[in-house]
Nanobody, 115 residues
Framework: QVQLAESGGGLVQPGGSLRLSCATS????????MGWYRQAPGKQRDLVAQ???????NYADSVKGRFTISRDNAKNTVYLQMGSLKPEDTAVYYC?????????WGQGTQVTVSS
């Protein structure tokens, strides 16, 4: 079955860095567009970054220059390197895989930016 498992979240001080990982199985990873989304309490889930099967990337304006998405097709894993973190980056971060009508989600990992 399809599985997406996020890891790497936690508590970090403002200005700090974290690297999120999403290990996947159950589908042909290299064919899927992968994305990171986040949802803060009381807010909608928003796209943070996405990477196509050809490794083209797209970022939300709020994270451009601070976050980097990457993928390792040999490990079926997508990463989100987050730097210069701000309190407003606090959210549950979700990994997603999409191809055509197929859209899979992970369970999420909490990122809290606080001093």
């Amino acid at each position: 079955q399809v599985q997406l498992a996020e890891s790497g979240g936690g508590l970090v001080q403002p200005g700090g860095s974290l690297r999120l990982s999403c290990a996947t199985s159950g589908f042909i990873f290299s064919l899927y567009e992968m994305g990171w989304y986040r949802q803060a309490p009381g807010k909608q889930r928003d796209l943070v970054a996405q990477i196509t099967s050809g490794s083209s990337t797209n970022y939300a304006d709020s994270v451009k220059g601070r976050f980097t998405i990457s993928r390792d097709n040999a490990k079926n894993t997508v990463y989100l390197q987050m730097g210069s973190l701000k309190p407003e980056d606090t959210a549950v971060y979700y990994c997603a895989a999409r191809r055509g009508s197929y859209h899979f989600w992970g369970q999420g990992t909490q990122v809290t930016v606080s001093s």
